[in-house]
Protein backbone atom coordinates (compact mmCIF):
# COMPACT_ATOMS: atom_id res chain seq x y z
CA UNK A 1 0.00 0.00 0.00
CA UNK A 2 1.54 3.12 -1.06
CA UNK A 3 2.42 6.22 1.45
CA UNK A 4 -0.69 7.95 -0.49
CA UNK A 5 -3.49 5.27 0.65
CA UNK A 6 -2.11 5.07 4.56
CA UNK A 7 -2.59 8.84 4.16
CA UNK A 8 -5.94 8.90 3.13
CA UNK A 9 -6.73 5.38 5.43
CA UNK A 10 -5.45 7.39 8.12
CA UNK A 11 -7.49 10.31 7.89
CA UNK A 12 -11.12 8.26 8.26
CA UNK A 13 -10.07 5.04 9.36
CA UNK A 14 -14.19 4.51 10.63
CA UNK A 15 -15.97 5.33 7.62
CA UNK A 16 -13.11 3.90 5.37
CA UNK A 17 -13.58 0.62 7.45
CA UNK A 18 -17.23 0.60 6.80
CA UNK A 19 -17.01 1.76 3.35
CA UNK A 20 -14.65 -1.25 2.63
CA UNK A 21 -17.03 -3.63 4.44
CA UNK A 22 -20.33 -3.06 3.01
CA UNK A 23 -18.37 -3.56 -0.46
CA UNK A 24 -16.95 -6.52 0.52
CA UNK A 25 -20.17 -7.85 2.08
CA UNK A 26 -22.12 -7.28 -1.31
CA UNK A 27 -19.54 -8.93 -3.19
CA UNK A 28 -19.90 -11.89 -0.84
CA UNK A 29 -23.68 -11.98 -1.23
CA UNK A 30 -23.26 -11.67 -5.44
CA UNK A 31 -21.06 -14.56 -5.38
CA UNK A 32 -22.68 -16.69 -2.18
CA UNK A 33 -20.01 -17.16 0.02
CA UNK A 34 -20.82 -18.23 3.13
CA UNK A 35 -20.20 -17.00 6.52
CA UNK A 36 -17.15 -19.39 7.37
CA UNK A 37 -15.45 -18.57 4.34
CA UNK A 38 -16.38 -14.73 4.31
CA UNK A 39 -14.18 -14.84 7.72
CA UNK A 40 -11.58 -16.92 6.07
CA UNK A 41 -11.20 -14.26 3.42
CA UNK A 42 -10.40 -11.54 5.64
CA UNK A 43 -8.09 -12.93 7.59
CA UNK A 44 -9.70 -15.46 10.55
CA UNK A 45 -11.45 -12.28 12.76
CA UNK A 46 -13.24 -13.35 15.58
CA UNK A 47 -16.48 -14.22 14.99
CA UNK A 48 -18.05 -11.21 17.54
CA UNK A 49 -15.78 -9.19 15.50
CA UNK A 50 -16.79 -10.46 12.07
CA UNK A 51 -20.81 -10.28 13.39
CA UNK A 52 -20.22 -6.74 14.59
CA UNK A 53 -18.17 -5.83 11.45
CA UNK A 54 -21.87 -7.37 9.46
CA UNK A 55 -23.85 -4.60 11.48
CA UNK A 56 -21.46 -1.61 10.49
CA UNK A 57 -19.88 -1.70 14.26
CA UNK A 58 -16.23 -0.90 13.31
CA UNK A 59 -13.56 1.91 14.29
CA UNK A 60 -11.11 0.81 11.73
CA UNK A 61 -9.43 -2.18 10.11
CA UNK A 62 -5.96 -3.36 10.04
CA UNK A 63 -4.08 -2.74 6.99
CA UNK A 64 -3.73 -6.58 6.21
CA UNK A 65 -7.80 -6.65 6.34
CA UNK A 66 -7.83 -3.87 3.94
CA UNK A 67 -5.47 -5.10 1.67
CA UNK A 68 -7.24 -8.72 1.48
CA UNK A 69 -10.86 -6.69 0.79
CA UNK A 70 -8.30 -4.69 -2.05
CA UNK A 71 -7.71 -7.94 -3.50
CA UNK A 72 -10.71 -9.23 -3.32
CA UNK A 73 -12.58 -5.99 -5.20
CA UNK A 74 -9.92 -6.11 -7.33
CA UNK A 75 -11.08 -9.54 -8.59
CA UNK A 76 -14.76 -8.56 -8.75
CA UNK A 77 -13.57 -5.81 -11.31
CA UNK A 78 -11.58 -7.98 -13.08
CA UNK A 79 -13.95 -10.83 -13.65
CA UNK A 80 -16.65 -7.79 -14.18
CA UNK A 81 -14.35 -7.03 -17.39
CA UNK A 82 -14.02 -10.68 -18.42
CA UNK A 83 -17.50 -11.49 -18.49
CA UNK A 84 -20.36 -9.93 -21.11
CA UNK A 85 -22.75 -10.50 -17.77
CA UNK A 86 -22.29 -9.77 -14.38
CA UNK A 87 -24.20 -12.97 -14.01
CA UNK A 88 -21.52 -14.87 -15.79
CA UNK A 89 -18.41 -12.98 -13.69
CA UNK A 90 -20.55 -13.94 -10.55
CA UNK A 91 -20.68 -17.20 -11.09
CA UNK A 92 -17.51 -17.93 -11.99
CA UNK A 93 -15.69 -18.08 -8.32
CA UNK A 94 -17.80 -21.44 -7.53
CA UNK A 95 -17.21 -23.64 -10.50
CA UNK A 96 -14.41 -25.95 -11.00
CA UNK A 97 -11.52 -24.51 -12.97
CA UNK A 98 -8.70 -26.31 -14.51
CA UNK A 99 -5.93 -23.31 -13.73
CA UNK A 100 -6.77 -24.18 -10.41
CA UNK A 101 -6.38 -28.31 -10.36
CA UNK A 102 -10.41 -28.41 -11.03
CA UNK A 103 -11.02 -26.53 -7.77
CA UNK A 104 -13.22 -23.25 -7.96
CA UNK A 105 -11.52 -19.94 -7.76
CA UNK A 106 -13.17 -19.70 -3.93
CA UNK A 107 -11.50 -22.94 -2.81
CA UNK A 108 -8.01 -21.59 -3.79
CA UNK A 109 -8.92 -18.44 -2.46
CA UNK A 110 -9.95 -19.86 0.80
CA UNK A 111 -6.58 -21.90 1.38
CA UNK A 112 -6.26 -18.78 3.70
CA UNK A 113 -3.12 -16.81 2.78
CA UNK A 114 -2.80 -13.50 1.57
CA UNK A 115 -1.01 -15.03 -1.33
CA UNK A 116 -3.83 -17.36 -3.00
CA UNK A 117 -5.88 -13.57 -3.13
CA UNK A 118 -2.96 -11.86 -4.46
CA UNK A 119 -2.13 -14.99 -6.82
CA UNK A 120 -5.96 -14.97 -8.48
CA UNK A 121 -5.98 -11.18 -8.72
CA UNK A 122 -2.78 -11.77 -11.00
CA UNK A 123 -3.95 -14.62 -12.99
CA UNK A 124 -7.17 -12.86 -13.61
CA UNK A 125 -5.05 -9.53 -14.79
CA UNK A 126 -2.99 -11.63 -16.76
CA UNK A 127 -6.38 -13.20 -18.59
CA UNK A 128 -7.35 -9.89 -19.30
CA UNK A 129 -3.98 -9.06 -21.68
Not at 23 to 31: E, H, L, P, Q
Request: glycine share 4%.
Amino acid sequence: MSALEQTILSQNPEKTAQVALSVFFNIMTAWHVKTKDQIVLLGKPPESTFYNWKKGKVSSLSLDTLERISYVMGIYKALGILFPTREQADAWPQKPNKAFNNESALAFMLKGSMIHLSDMRRYLDAQRG
